[in-house]
């Protein structure tokens, strides 16, 4: 049995940034109540939750997650919710090509203007629809592969892959 004093407890602001209806919302209900809404409404702005994640090996992670608002007349509110996150999450829709340039202009956003040790996931969300699938798995894994991102598909509406794109940055946290 390990004491409180040899377990190590992070913190991380994390952001997640991606084109509106993609998904973003969707994630954090699942990942912080275990929920989905099939009826999820656009995000105004930014939302905030945390929630805390323990590890195998007794560490524990919290994650103060800024959830922003994808829609095109907030994107000049990012940079206040990524300057000085530790982490980003970038999604896009499997079943929409323009999400995932979305996606990529996102990514270009963060090398420029990110921290540069910043964390980054490439999240290809909604694999449940994978018979309306237009982004192909090895395109978006070789985009994330050349940007130095992880890259992994989830379904907020399944719980498929959540608790694993989760437990992936916090395993690559300093
Ligand atoms: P903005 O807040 O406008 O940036 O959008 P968002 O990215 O937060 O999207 P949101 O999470 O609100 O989800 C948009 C729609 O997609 C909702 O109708 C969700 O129910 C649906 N949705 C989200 N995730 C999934 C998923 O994994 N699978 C399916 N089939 N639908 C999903
Ligand atoms: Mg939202």
């Known amino acids: 049995v390990s004491s409180d004093t040899d377990s190590k407890n992070f913190r991380v602001k994390l952001v997640l940034l ?5 998904g973003k ?26 929630q805390t994640l323990a590890l195998e090996d007794s560490t524990t992670v919290k994650f103060e ?6 829609q095109e007349r907030y994107a000049a509110l990012a940079p ?11 999604v896009y829709d499997i079943t929409s090509p323009e999400s995932f340039n979305k996606a990529q202009y996102w990514v270009k956003e963060l090398q420029k203007h990110g921290s540069p040790d910043m964390i980054m996931a490439l999240v290809g969300n909604k694999a449940d629809l994978h018979e309306n699938r237009t982004v192909s798995s090895q395109e978006a894994q ?22 694993q794109l989760f437990e992936e940055i916090a395993k690559r946290l300093p």
């Not at 919302?25 to 930014?46: E, M, N, W």
């Not at 997650?65 to 994808?70: C, K, N, Q, V």
């Not at 300057?83 to 980003?88: D, K, L, P, S, V």
């Not at 994330?144 to 907020?156: H, V």
């Open 142 to 163: 070789e985009y994330a592969e050349r940007n130095s991102m992880f890259f992994i598909e989830t379904s907020a509406k399944t719980a498929d892959n959540i608790n």
């Open 80 to 90: 206040l919710y990524y300057r000085g996150a530790g982490a980003a999450i970038v």
């Open 18 to 22: 991606g084109d509106s209806g993609v």
């Open 65 to 70: 997650i800024w959830d922003t608002a994808g």
């Open 25 to 50: 919302s969707c994630i954090v209900l699942r990942f912080v109540r275990g929920q989905f809404d099939p009826t999820s409404k656009v995000t105004v702005g930014a939302s905030f939750l945390s």
